[in-house]
Each structure stands twice: as C-alpha cells, then as structure tokens.
C-alpha cells in the first residue's frame, strides 16, 4: 500500500491557446513602407546618375546653359555619386549621412543657440544684398554642424577642446552678430513689382532723434548682452571667478544659468524677428523654419532632400514655359533635338526622389505610433520594453538592406532568439529580458515557445548565464533563473529533458544557492528550478548524488530568518521547503540525506507550531515524507516530536480546507502508521474520536467530485481511516456509525482520474501513484467487512452461549428439584 503519499501541486502558467496575430506585424508593414520609399528614391536617384551622365552632360554638354542646367545638372551629378559611393563602399558612411532612419533629432538647447547664429548670419547678408552667399554660408554651417555632431569617436579627445570653447562663446557670438541687424533698424526694405520680376530697393533714413521703439529695442538687446556676457564669465576657471563663485549668492545664480542663457536666447530670436519690417520679417520668419527643419537633422537626407526638390522644381517651373531659351532663331536645331524632354525626364526624376525622401523621413517621424502599439500588445513595459521595440526595428530595418519584397524571417521572437545566441554581453541582457516579456503575455507565448524549446544553442546560453558570477552579470541571471523554472505543461517536460543534459547545470545551481551574496530573488529561482526538474524520478536521485544541493537548500529552508518582512525572503524559504518536498518523494535516499541534518524533526515541528501560515505547510508535507520512507531511521527523539506534534495537526484539521486539509490529514495518517498507541492514545485523552471520524466521512462525502486544488484529498482520508482500523478495530464501528460504507459505495462509483497523480504542472500531470484508488476503497470496505463479520459472530457466538448457559441452568434446576 502507498500509505501516506501525497501530492505537491506546483501552479504554472498555461501555455495559452492558439496563435494569435504577431503584435509586430504593424511595425514591420510600416517599417517595410518607409524602405520601399526609400529604396525607391535610390533607384530614381541611380537612374538619374545615369541619365545625367550619359545622356545630359555625354550628349548635350555644349547646348546646356551654363548658367544654369548645367551646373544643375553637374551639381547632382556630384550629390548622387556621393551617396552612390557611399553605399557601395561603406554603410557605416552611408547610414551617417544619408539615412532615412534617424533624419530628425530633438534640437535641444545647443540647437537653439546654433539657430540663432545661423539666422543672425543669414539676416545680416542678405541686408547686404548678398543672397547666393546668404544661402551657401547658411549651407556650410549647418554641414559643419552637423559634421560635429557626428564626428567619429576617435576623433572626439582632440575636438573637445574646440567644443568645449564653442560651447562657452557660441551664446554670447550670438547676441554679437545681431549688432548689425540692429544697425539696420531704420532702413526699410521696400519691393517693387517691375516686369513680373521682384527687384529689392534700400532707402536708408538717418533718424538724429531716436523713437521709443527703437531706445526700447537697444535697451533690450544691451540687457541681454549683459546677461549673457555674466553668465559666460561665471563658465570660465580663472582664481577670482571661481572664488565669487563659491559665494551663496553666485551658486544659487549659477544653478539657474543655464536657464537663464536659454531664456536669453529665445529673446534673441524675438528680436532678430521684430526687427525687420514689412514682406522681409514674413521671409525671415519662413528662413528661421527652415533653419530650424535642417538645424533638426540627423544627417543629410533631409537637406539633401530639400537642394534636390528646389532645383528640381524651379528648373522644370522654367523649362515648361514657352520662352525657356532654347529655342531660339538662327541655331540649329537639330543639335538640341530631345534636349528639352530630357532635362524634363531628368528633373522630374530628381524630383520624385527628393520628394520621396522627404515623406519617408516624415514618415519615421511617426514611427512611434507603431512602435507604441507593439508596446501594448506585446505586454512589454517601462524604459527597457522602448529599448526592446526600437532595437528590434532596428534590427528589421538593416534586414531590409537586402530586399524589400521578399518575406525576412524576422519578428520579436526571433529576434530574442538571435540576441541570446550572439556574441555580445549586452544584446544577452535585451534578449533574456524580451524573452522573459514575451513569455509574460499570452498573445506571444506560445510562439516564442516553440522556438525557444528547439533551439539548442539557446537553452545551453541561457544555462550557461547562470555560472557568470560577475556583480554585473546579476540582472542576467536572474532573468536566466526566471526562464527555466516558469515554463510548464508539455514544453516544460521538454525543457527540462533537454537542460538536464547540460553538464554544467547542477554546479551552477549549487554555486547560485551557496553564495549568500547572490540576490534572494535568484536564488528563490534556483530553488524552483531544482523543485521543477525533481518531477522525474531519475532527476531526484541524481540531485540526490549532488548532495551539496539538498545541503544548501535545507540552510535556505531552516536557517532563514522567518522575522524578515520581504517577500523574496519569505519566497525563498518557501520554494527551498517545496524543492526540498520533491526530493524527498518516493525516494529513500534523499530523505535519509534529510534526515542528518541536527534536529530536523524537531525543526519541522516547530515550524508547524508557530502557526505561520507560509511554511507550516510545506514543512508539514516534509514530516510526511520522513515518516513514509525513513520511518527505519526515526529515533525515539524524533517519535516523540512527531506525538507532540500530532495535536497540533488534529486540531488544524478540525478546521482547514482544500489544499491545506488535504496536507494535514495526510501527514496524521502517516503519524497514525508510525506510532499507532500514541495516536489512538491521543484521540482518547482528547475526547475527539468520534469528532475526529465525523470530520474524515463528512469531508469524504463532500469531496465526491474533487476539484483542481485538492484532487487527492478522498485518498489520503481512505489512507487515514485504514491505518485507524488496522491499529484500533473498534474505530470501525465510529465509522459505520456515521455511514462510511456508504461514502465508499460512492467513491467506487464514482472515480477520478487525478486522483491516481501526485504532480500537476500546469495542464500535465506527473508521477503516478503505485496504489490506486480502487485498491483502497476495498481495503476499507474489508476491514469494515470484517469488523462488521466479527460483531455478527460475537453476537451468535453471545446467543449460543447465553442459551446453553440458561439450559445449564434449567437442568440444574431439575435435578434439584428431583434430589430433594
């Protein structure tokens, strides 16, 4: 008989149903759309190359305006052989430059001080009537800009001087370069329409007497030249500035400096525009947007972009007139026959790709929208699920480096995979923490699931994680820890098949569990993946062989300290007591490794006195395991610990229920087979019997159908009423009493089959009992049988004897009656 076995159910998370849509497919059709944009821009880019070399400046190089279309055509001839060479020679060159991705930056305050100057610049050349070089020294700025922002890191230690000097007189330059514009505030400019064309007229008017606009524009600019000259001072490191600044006073000053400096800046913004009359402030206005837009770039896609779509634009706005200045009298006009369709073939090319690339650049712009939606879906959280999501487009992005139209084997599963299999630490710590976020949510579970338990490579990776013993590494194992002990149902069975073949797996287990240092939590891991992978009957004896393990999860068990208030703590004490619980089911061995741990009874017993709910338990379904497979070894000591502790567990059962009951009622069963006197000497003393037995058959006749959370309670009653009879036979008659022969009719009719397993993780079930259910059904009934057999010959054998007694005794009576 398997008296006194019990099941331990270990909760797991259902592997889900189905497989829903990939919560990534939004961000790959998006992503998929702006890399067709963009190769598409580079196809008309590549084909405009060549037009212009072959058929422009191979065919027509004599007939072309040199004033124009042929420096247009020349011009982007050089643009596109720049882009062109940088993407067939180096991508790293070509993503810096003229990617899409990443085209718009934040500006930041930096930004704002460079916009200043740019339009402080442009303002003051084009007062000067110098337009053409207004716009190239704007175009060289911000190509210098954006030279620095993206210079090599190599290069940055001999730079930073040059930046951090750029950084300290770059404020006050600023509000310098707006002297001149200020010198301009009393001239207008006036246009005059003349011939469809706009001609600029300056009238200059000397004003000895000032207005009140203008005093109030120069008392201004002087307050904000101040300011900002103060806080340019406060920056630098001479002895005498340093010592001002060490004042309260100039702290407190300088913790709002750069506050102040930024506010100072945008007033400079505000007066570079207010000083400007009539259609010019209109022009200054759209100068600063565009400023603005090009100062915002990443690279140069997007200024590229806009030099491609104006030229574009004006030149076919110029060839589609009729007096586009080729034709005219007295040339041949055979040598420039096609000429006009082909600048128009030409232009229109540059324009569509330019125009292509600004969109795909606005485009990305939005790309947050997807990407916050793969957020939701795929249940990723905080900071690191933004990370995830956009190296993860990222990731998708180079794959459309290849080809666009053809389907990439890429989505958020693969892409964890491929993050753990790699060579870098830091795509290990992404791709552990992704995966542990996909395997949270429902809607990727499933997928990731089937990749992850096929995929050798990354189950020995992720082991392996666990024997990195650097303090940075800490993050990776617990996450690593979390991965092989929550998986369960049939994949867990895989899993844990396959990771026990691993050679270094139980040393990295012991390492994690002796190492007081080690975070709690991971170590409360490590203890649920030993209590997973002990579900196998081979796996408990060879952790059993390891016995370091069992030794430092029995420290984990008793020696913690049970007045900590955190919950890891708590955790750990718990998961270390049900590992524990799974070693020692159904194996000798480990109970006996247990059980020479000082004390160990008594340990468990106090356990289940102090009344904590956390650990009573599982130390409760360890002290049934002692006296089902070492009862052998128990000492008098031990027995005596178990007889103090049987009226705890009798009064508990009196009023648990579920789970805990079922806990109960099978360790007082095996209490009842180890010392029998003791316990029917204890229900005696107590005056609880018949209580005791009323409670067992009413808890029987309500579990008839047991559920999910005590499938195996009906066992461990019928467990518990056999041992009462076979150490007491008069107990049957408490039970015939309160009908239990017909609760045993009723559970033979009607079965369950999770009753015959101990184990349920998730929807599979594990270690089948030796003794089914039906086989203790009939040992009761024949110990009832037979009580009953003995009472019914007691009262003939009483019968025969009292009639044979009473003839005795009537013969007596006659022969009395005869003698005398």
Wanted: aromatic share 8%; proline share 3%.
């Amino acid at each position: 008989m398997a008296g006194g076995e019990h099941r331990l159910q270990i909760a797991a998370k259902s592997d889900g149903q189905g497989r829903a849509a990939a919560p990534e497919k939004w961000v790959n059709c998006f992503v998929r759309v702006v890399a067709l944009m963009e190769r598409t821009g580079n196809a008309l880019g590549t084909l405009a190359f060549t037009w212009a070399t072959v058929v422009l400046l191979g065919g027509y190089p004599s007939v072309l305006r040199s004033q124009d279309d042929f420096w247009y055509a020349t011009a982007i001839f050089f643009l596109e052989a720049a882009r062109m060479f940088s993407g067939s020679n180096n991508r790293h060159d070509y993503q810096l430059f003229f990617r899409t991705r990443g085209a718009f930056r934040p500006l930041g305050w930096n930004g704002l001080i460079a916009i200043v100057c740019i339009l402080d610049v442009w303002v003051l050349l084009v007062l000067q009537k110098k337009i053409v070089m207004a716009a190239v020294v704007v175009y060289a700025m911000i190509i210098l800009l954006a030279l620095g922002q993206n210079i090599s890191p190599e290069f940055q230690p001999l730079c930073n001087p040059f930046r951090r000097a750029i950084s300290l007189w770059s404020p006050l330059a600023a509000i310098l370069l707006l002297t001149p514009t200020m010198q301009h505030h009393s001239r207008e400019l006036v246009w005059n329409t003349t011939g469809g064309r706009l001609t600029p007229k300056i009238t200059a008017e000397i004003n000895f007497i000032p207005s009140r606009f203008t005093v109030a524009k120069w008392t201004a600019f002087f307050i904000l030249l101040v300011v900002v000259l103060m806080v340019t001072i406060s920056r630098l490191q001479f002895p005498i500035v340093t010592k001002l600044a060490d004042s309260a006073l100039c702290r407190k000053l300088l913790v709002w400096g750069q506050t102040i400096q930024n506010m100072c800046m945008l007033a400079a913004l505000v007066m570079l525009v207010l000083t400007t009359d009539g259609s010019f402030r209109f022009v200054t206005i759209l100068s600063l947007l565009g400023i603005t837009l090009m100062v915002s770039s990443g690279n140069f896609q997007i200024p590229a972009a806009v030099v491609r779509a104006e030229i574009a634009s004006f030149a076919l706005h110029r060839l589609i007139m009729p007096h586009n200045g080729y034709i005219e009298h007295g040339e041949n006009p055979d040598s420039k026959t096609n000429l006009v369709p082909s600048l128009i073939i030409f232009y229109g090319m540059v324009m569509a790709q330019g125009i292509l690339y600004i969109v795909a650049c606005i485009l990305d712009i939005f790309s947050f929208i997807p990407r916050r939606s793969l957020i939701r879906r795929a249940g990723l959280r905080g900071q690191l699920g933004v990370e995830y999501v956009n190296l993860y487009a990222y990731a998708f992005e180079k794959c459309m480096g290849g080809a666009v139209f053809v389907p990439k084997k890429i989505s958020l599963t693969n892409f964890a995979i491929n993050s753990l299999n790699s060579d870098s630490p830091k795509n290990h710590f992404y791709g552990i923490q992704l995966m542990h976020s996909l395997l949270e949510n429902e809607m990727t579970r499933v997928r990731i699931l089937d990749k992850f338990i096929t995929s050798t490579k990354t189950i020995d990776r992720i082991i392996s994680m666990l024997g990195w013993t650097s303090p940075n590494n800490t993050t990776v194992r617990l996450y690593a820890a979390k991965r092989l002990t929550s998986i369960g149902g049939e994949i867990g069975i895989t899993l844990r098949y396959k990771i026990l073949k691993h050679p270094f797996l139980l040393r990295n287990l012991a390492e994690i569990l002796g190492d007081n240092n080690n975070n709690q939590e991971l170590r409360k891991h490590v203890a649920g993946i030993l209590r997973n992978l002990a579900i196998d009957g081979d796996t408990r004896q060879k952790i059993g062989h390891m016995q370091v393990l069992i030794t430092r999860l029995m420290k984990a068990f008793l020696n913690s300290d049970r007045t900590s208030s955190t919950n890891v703590d708590c955790l750990l004490t718990k998961v270390a007591g049900q590992a524990l619980a799974m070693l020692a089911t159904d194996n000798v061995h480990n109970c006996l490794v247990m059980l020479k741990e000082p004390d160990f009874i008594n340990k468990l017993k106090r356990m289940i006195q102090i009344h904590d709910e956390k650990y009573i338990y599982v130390a409760a379904t360890l002290l049934c395991c002692m006296c089902q497979h070492a009862q052998a070894k128990l000492t008098e000591s031990d027995l005596k610990e178990l007889s103090q502790t049987l009226r705890e567990v009798l009064e508990r059962i009196m009023n648990a229920e579920g789970a805990e009951l079922e806990i109960l009622i099978g360790l007082s069963s095996q209490i009842c087979k180890v010392i029998p006197e003791e316990f029917s000497q204890e229900l005696d003393n107590e005056q609880i019997k018949q209580r005791f037995i009323k409670r067992l058959v009413d808890v029987l006749n309500a579990n008839m159908n047991p559920g999910a959370h005590c499938p195996g309670i009906r066992r461990v009653i019928l467990e518990q009423s056999i041992y009462m009879m076979e150490c007491n036979s008069h107990y049957t008659s408490y039970f015939n009493e309160f009908r239990m022969i017909e609760a045993l009719w009723m559970v033979e009719e009607m079965p369950s089959g999770v009753e015959n397993y101990r184990i349920f993780l998730g929807d599979a079930v594990f270690m089948e009992y030796s003794t089914p259910l039906f086989a203790l059904v009939d040992r009761a009934k024949e110990l009832m049988g037979r009580q009953c057999l003995q009472g019914v010959l007691k009262r003939i054998t009483d019968t025969m004897v009292a009639t044979k007694l009473k003839a005795i005794i009537d013969l007596s009576s006659q022969i009395s009656n005869v003698k005398s």
